[in-house]
């Protein structure tokens, strides 16, 4: 098979992260007889340098134009006093809903070989753990009604959350698809003791959670969620949730894995054609000196494989590719502590010996 991929390499270690991850595809393709034409579009600081604006016409065009996107990050302290709309940070939340991409898919993984990196006791995550949080992006509390207003005790603002039966509906069924080809449980985390929109997310998720008979559905309230994800969490398999209380919780999720530089994600809308990036940013303290842990965008390719192009295989290839390296005690310097360490490009080339 085919397939257009539109690489938005962005800023910092943008470049050599997506560099590192366009080898595994090619790798992979290679193995398994696809073709995959990468062509590079201009995003973030790099586009602001060369054309004026973070988001040119022409890169919305050509990632609307391919079979699926990856991105590595922008941003860096050269852009950071322009104002907000023309901040290389404003180019991501254009480009996702430019390809109205409502679901936000990310994994916490605890790897076996780097359990020395979580930050919780050791009893507890003796076990490891596997979450994916499936996030809502496009709508909530971030897109609700807002404004700044005179009230009693003076000058206010307010931020209004809304969620219709569609926008709920459909990320549960991505929760529930997926949770089907994970190990069957789902969580839904609201706050529907004190919330309406809550009370009719909770109510909605269940009625479509008799459409999927083999997947065990309970609730959670959010408070209680941010506790156990560090109590318990291996108790979770997937989380499905509204946007802000997905933004909060994956971000708690990412630090207890311990290593920003493997995790990696997806944000799909109604097309096949999703946004892969790590979930990392721009790492300008590290740009340019071939040091960078590139596993998070090779592992967000391979959930490109995997959800864009329904390439189980070679998906799973990749993913057992990295925990082999990781098991065999390779590191770059991120997750090294001081140990010997690998370059980018020599990490790269140990997960490609391993396809
Ligand atoms: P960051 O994630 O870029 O870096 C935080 C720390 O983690 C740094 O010490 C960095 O060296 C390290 N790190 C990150 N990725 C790594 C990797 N792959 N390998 C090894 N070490 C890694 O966060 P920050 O410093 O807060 O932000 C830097 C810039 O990135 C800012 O301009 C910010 O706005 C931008 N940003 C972009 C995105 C994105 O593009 N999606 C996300 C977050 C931040």
């Known amino acids: 098979m085919n397939y257009n991929i539109a690489l938005l390499k962005g800023d ?34 790099a586009a602001l340098d060369s054309v004026g604006v973070p988001l040119p016409e022409e890169t919305v065009k050509g990632c609307l134009a391919s079979d699926s996107v990856l991105l590595g990050a ?28 409502f679901t936000n898919l990310r ?5 076996p070989a780097l359990k020395g990196d979580c930050p919780l006791r050791e009893d507890i995550v003796a076990g490891g753990f596997d979450i994916m949080i499936v ?6 509390i971030y897109f609700g009604d807002r404004g700044m207003r005179e009230g ?26 997926t949770a089907m080809k994970r190990d069957k449980r789902v969580v839904s985390i609201d706050k529907a003791n004190v919330l309406d929109t809550s009370r009719l997310w ?15 559905c309970t609730d959670m ?21 509204t946007n802000m209380f997905g933004d909060i919780l994956s971000d708690e999720a990412s630090q207890i894995t311990g290593s920003i530089g493997m995790l990696p994600s997806a944000s799909l809308g109604t097309t096949s054609r999703g946004l892969y990036e790590p979930i990392h940013g721009s790492a300008p303290d590290i740009a340019g000196k071939n040091i960078a842990n590139p596993i998070a965008t090779i592992l967000s390719a391979a959930m490109m494989l995997r959800y864009s192009f329904s390439l ?39 997960i490609i010996e391993c396809l």
Request: hydrophobic share 40%; charged share 30%.
């Open 74 to 101: 922008v941003g860096g302290p050269k852009w950071d006093t322009l104002p907000g709309n023309m901040r290389p940070e404003k180019a991501l939340l254009g480009i996702r809903s430019a390809m109205e991409l």
């Open 107 to 111: 994994p916490a993984k605890l790897y």
């Open 312 to 350: 189980a295989k070679e998906a799973d290839d990749i993913v057992n590719a990295v925990d082999k390296v990781l098991n065999d005690g390779y590191r770059t310097a991120d997750i090294a502590h001081g140990k010997e360490a690998l370059s980018t490009v020599e990490m790269t080339d140990r």
């Open 152 to 177: 009693k005790y003076g000058e206010e603002a307010y931020d209004t959350e809304c969620y219709s039966r569609f926008e709920i509906e459909r990320i549960a069924r991505v929760a529930f698809d």
């Open 12 to 45: 910092g270690i943008g470049p050599e992260i997506v560099d590192s991850a366009v080898r595994v595809l090619e790798a992979i393709g290679k193995k398994y007889g696809h073709v995959f034409k990468f062509t590079p579009y201009l995003i973030g600081g």
């Open 135 to 140: 996030r809502e992006l496009t709508g909530g």
């Open 202 to 216: 909770r109510k909605t998720v269940h009625e479509i959670a008799e459409e999927y008979p083999k997947v065990e």
């Open 221 to 241: 309230l959010v408070d209680n969620a941010a506790m156990q994800l560090v109590r318990n969490p291996a108790q979770f398999d997937v989380i499905v949730t």
